[in-house]
């Protein structure tokens, strides 16, 4: 499905970006945003119309397995990030920086902030605010559109104590809404307010020019963004974030699908006679005579019928 009022042309969407999202905020239309790291779910989120997908660096854990996101290198991330662009037509795409790739230095910045435009992403996302505010500045002046995280940053989550609701005093929102200026200082379009509470969001959102979007950060911003797993039940683990609902229960029913699938093969109820190649009825007496097997004659009956009607 596309929508009407996004189309360029008959079945051409036309492809969201920062402007677009810059419009969206001046018309109060809150951005939907969701995590993508394959081809199928850029897809079915593009058709669907979402208008962002964050190829994020939650790949670690959701499509890897591994136990936080300090594991999942450039390489990795940028194979999730070119399957998700070559699906994505119309939503704009957030490659996210993945541990140690922008920390060391301005040049590893650019260079791997590069790769991901290159790898058809509209832009890139950093954690941090002021202290990263010079790789930032390097990524923007190098003409890419850079969204910076704050809050609850998964990739330094050891210093903040765990994955903790942040900003929850006085001081705590006036060093987020610092750093949030910090970044639009540096060129940032964009921040993402991840798990925080909705007062200190709107504060932050009240004082700064950015497209503000939010992860459990309340109602009062530009955009709600998801990891696409929580709400469609496919994350394997028990984290169970308070500000996620639940869309879908793909869990259990892939279990279900696969459950029933090796209990079929199992018991020979597949393959059936419908997922058969048929021979040519011509052709038999010369399987015969080669001591093939052949089928009996009511399954060939069945499939001759197939496959006249497939003709
Ligand atoms: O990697 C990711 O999905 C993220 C979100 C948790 C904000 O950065």
Redesign the pocket.
Known sequence: MTIPSQTAGPGTPKKVTVATLASFKARGRRAAFV?AYDYPTAVFADRAGVDML?V????AMTMLGYPN?LGVSMTEMLVFAGAVCRGAKRAFVVG?MPFLSYQPSDEDAVRNAGAFLIAGCDAV?C?GGARVASRVRAISDAGIAVMG?LGLT?QSQAQLGGYRVQGKTLAAVQRLTDDALALQEAGAFAV?L?AVPAEAAAYVRERVELLVYG?GAGPHVDGQ?V?SHDILGSFVGDIRPRFVRRYADLDLEVERAFHQYADDVRAGRFPAAEHLYPIEPVHEAEIRAARLPVIPSEARNELASLAHSLV
């Open positions: 995590t964050l994020g660096d939650s790949a996101t996210d996302k954690e995280h998964p993402l991840e992860i963004l990891i």
